[in-house]
């Protein structure tokens, strides 16, 4: 220690630039920068997050509407023709026999059903990347 104190009273100009540097910090001012940082970088993952869920959500909201749109319009094309060919069988212009009339309208209505139910279950799920998962992985994330 005397070898410091006799080596700061030789450049009496190196006290005047440490204190011109700044006032001394102390662990409770190191403790609160260091909070503040991380605050700062679980901000911006965070943020980083939230973009990239809204981006995925609005890219699955996207592509479940062009696939029930268009699933939609295959179904009403089917309806109409078979309405079409029920009108006929009707009015005796198209002439099959029973069986294969019945079959093919009863396998026609179960293939609309199934599409409906195709619709509904996989492009419409009910909680997949829903907002409470979200909020489940925030919750989890901010404890750790």
Known sequence: ????????????????????????????????????KDFQVKSYHLRTFLEVWKEQQNQDRNTRKYYAKWLLVFVGVQIVIINILF???????????KWTSNTFIVSVFAEISAMVLV??????????????????????????
Not at 4 to 9: A, G, I, T
Not at 124 to 136: V, W, Y
Request: no cysteine; glycine share 8%.
């Open 87 to 97: 009108i006929l069988l009707g009015l005796g212009i198209l002439r099959v026999e």
């Open 1 to 36: 220690m005397a070898d410091l104190s006799q080596s700061l009273e030789s450049f009496p100009d190196l006290e005047h630039l440490v204190e011109s540097v700044g006032p001394s910090l102390s662990p409770n001012d190191l403790d609160g920068y260091l909070k503040v």
């Open 119 to 144: 619709v509904v279950n996989y492009l419409f799920p009910k909680e997949k990347g829903s907002a409470n998962d979200l909020f489940a992985i925030l919750k989890r994330e901010g404890s750790r």
